[in-house]
């Protein structure tokens, strides 16, 4: 019997009903980017929103994300909350410029004159077969600049909670979403729910090995656990959902209980945010460490297109199940 | 000139000279005391395009900048005793120390900022103006640039989307004919500069930067349609800058002579003073008088800036994030 107080939608759904009810909350809301008003978005992210709030607040553009980027910096400089989608996360690279040196640094370089409330939603992620300028996983670029928040949500109910909170924090936030979790399902309250940005969230207690996942490598690592559990291996899988701020806390004491961290996401490892996970537990928690750090992440080569290679770059639920068993071990 | 125009030409008059004695100040002290870091842009020449285009906005008019905006932040109304304070790093400085010469900006004056990534404005300005527009404000935004920035996408994106979302933005080229070393010619396969926008339905137009009431009313002519009509204008300002790049250009890619002649032929400032005194609208005494007097207030200035506070070192912590999110 499902329960009333829940709604079971997809990571598209969810991400639709965040803009959806901050739009109506607050008329200083506005969407812009590629495909995103008639169309919908070109994974159905904002279908129906231009038709609820009109041509003016939701905006179709032309192929510039520099403009897009920067259109987003100048609309909040006055007053505006612009939610800018770039349509591919690898295209952050033209929009970066806004992103990164002015966004980012606008209200630092001023002495705090200014506020930029602003979300780049961005998709990244491969497993779909874009190959290796449409399938990155780019969260590191964004989490090493000081003034941005990076959020990187796993599961529809924080997809939806935490972007309402960035739409309605004061700061830049690069909100990276998952083009191959799109039609994932999930719960989510049928109430109006806002998830603070920089908790994270014990996805499932265990005793013997923390597990720390995000975006869609999230839900592999809980599949995993569930096959290691079988093995009598306890696993903790801690979703941090926000990377920058990212609650250190709830992953040190985990650490201190368990005594073992892994580490898994889609991206490269080599310079992964992975890395500054566990140079912080090392930090930390050394005394609680019974081992090294272990991280599962991508080699470092560009994300191949032929299926059987784009699998074996990234990270499966197998590559867990088989990194974690061999780490407790 | 006619009579009527004699308080505000003594207006322009006198904001041409307080950048002028501001940036030869710059140039002159602080540069060889050592008094600010990094280097520091001078607009020495391309006084007479931010005053005439900035005396044609409203002040609640919006206006962002480059690298080279002493000139801007001064004509938008900024004291020049907070800009020293800034460019010379002390708490008490427009952005407490923390953006310096290339990072002037008033919020309350709707000065925006200076981007020094060049063309990086150039998007923003859509923004603000989007904002103008989506508010019914009337507000125009001002976006200044070099003509090097012509040569980058991110104007060609912000022009494309200013002309399709018809959106009340000025694009403001200063035409210095150098981007940094490189002039003009070497860097432009067209010069005719003024039709760079053409094809997205902007007409451009050029403009002498060098007389400061042909820039008044070419500006107060493209704000009015801007506003009116909610559309994008374009104007090219053909002007110079006396100066190098910045203050620690060799200037080797130019003769000494050429800035000398351009000096003895186009400085804005000689110009407006010879045909106030000619036309008799100003006599010798009273030009004589606002030299005097704006260049005792710079120095005043400059006394009141050198004298302020450095930042504690860890103020560096404070001020990344806005608090709140409600």
């Keep these: 019997m499902a329960d009333p107080r829940m709604r079971n939608i997809t990571f598209a759904q969810a991400i639709r009903t965040a803009i959806r009810e901050e739009m109506k909350r607050d008329a200083r809301v506005i969407l812009f980017g590629e495909d995103v008003g008639y169309y919908g978005g070109v994974y159905g992210a904002t279908v129906g929103l231009q038709k609820e709030f009109g041509e003016d607040r939701v905006r179709d553009t032309p192929i510039s994300e520099m403009a897009i980027a920067g259109v987003a910096v100048g609309a909040a400089l006055a007053g505006y909350r612009p939610i800018a989608e770039i349509m591919y996360c690898d295209f952050l690279a033209h929009a970066s410029d806004a992103i990164v040196n002015n966004a980012a640094k606008w209200r630092y370089m001023t002495g705090g004159q200014f506020t930029l409330p602003i979300v780049f939603r961005s998709p990244g992620g491969g497993g779909a077969g874009y190959a290796a300028q449409h399938s990155q996983s780019l969260e590191a670029w964004f989490t090493h600049i000081p003034g941005l928040k990076v959020i990187a949500p796993g599961l529809p109910r924080d997809a939806r909670g935490l972007l309402k909170a960035a739409i309605r924090d004061e700061n830049p936030v690069v909100f990276l979403e998952h083009k191959a979790h799109y039609g994932f399902k999930g719960d989510v309250p049928a109430e109006e729910e806002v998830i603070p940005i920089g908790v994270a969230d014990v996805k499932r207690e265990g005793q013997d090995v923390t597990l720390v996942s995000w975006s869609k490598t999230l839900t592999f690592a809980l599949e995993a656990a569930e096959t290691l559990a079988r093995e009598g291996i306890d696993v903790e899988v801690i979703d941090p959902r926000t990377l920058q701020p990212l609650d250190i806390d709830t992953i040190l004491g985990s650490v201190r209980k368990t005594g073992r961290l892994v580490i898994a996401h889609e991206a490269v490892q080599f310079g992964g945010f992975g890395a500054e996970i566990a140079a912080q537990v090392a930090e930390q928690a050394w005394d609680a460490l019974k081992r090294p750090p272990l991280r599962i992440g991508a080699p470092f080569v560009p994300l191949p297109y032929s299926e059987p290679m784009e699998r074996f770059v990234i990270p499966q639920v197998e590559d867990i199940v088989a990194g974690v068993r061999a780490y407790v071990r | ?326």
Excluded at chain 2, 32 to 47: C, D, M, N, T, V
Aim: charged share 25%; with cysteine; hydrophobic share 40%.
């Design chain 2, 1 to 326: 000139m006619a009579a009527k125009n004699r308080e505000q030409l003594l207006h322009f008059y006198e904001d041409m000279l307080r950048i002028r004695f501001f940036e030869e100040k710059i140039r002159d002290v602080l540069l060889p005391q050592k008094l600010f870091r990094g280097s520091s842009h001078l607009a020495i020449g391309q006084e007479a395009v931010a005053v005439g285009a900035i005396h044609a906005l409203r002040p609640d008019d919006t206006v962002i900048s480059t690298h080279r905006g002493h000139s801007h932040a001064l004509a938008k109304g900024m004291d020049p005793p907070t800009v020293f304070a800034e460019i010379m790093g002390r708490r008490t400085g427009c952005c407490r120390g923390k953006g310096g010469s290339m990072h002037l900006a008033d919020e309350s004056l709707h000065f925006m900022g200076e981007n020094p990534v060049v063309g990086s404005n150039a998007p923003m300005a859509a923004g603000l103006a989007l904002a103008a527009k989506l508010d019914g404000s009337g507000r125009v935004t001002a976006a200044f640039f070099g003509e090097g920035a012509l040569n980058t996408g991110a104007f060609h994106e912000a022009a494309n989307l200013a002309a399709l979302w018809s959106l009340p933005v000025l694009f403001l080229c200063e035409n210095n004919l150098y981007a940094i070393s490189v002039p003009l010619d070497k860097s432009s396969a067209s010069l005719d500069l003024e039709r760079r926008a053409e094809a997205y339905g902007i007409k451009g137009q050029r403009v002498n930067g060098m007389r400061v009431m042909e820039v008044y009313d070419a500006v107060s002519a493209a704000v009015e349609e801007t506003r009116a009509k909610s559309v994008p204008s374009y104007l090219v300002f053909d002007t110079y800058r006396f100066e190098g790049h910045h203050t620690a250009d060799k200037q080797t890619y130019r003769t000494h002579e050429e800035a000398l002649e351009e000096f003895r032929k186009r400085d804005p400032i000689h110009i407006l003073e010879f045909e106030m005194i000619d036309d008799h609208t100003v006599p010798i005494p009273t030009t004589i008088q606002y030299r005097d007097r704006i260049r005792a207030e710079i120095d005043q200035a400059f006394e009141e800036a050198l004298a302020e506070p450095w930042p504690e070192p860890d103020d560096a912590l404070s001020g990344v994030y806005a608090e709140g999110g409600e």
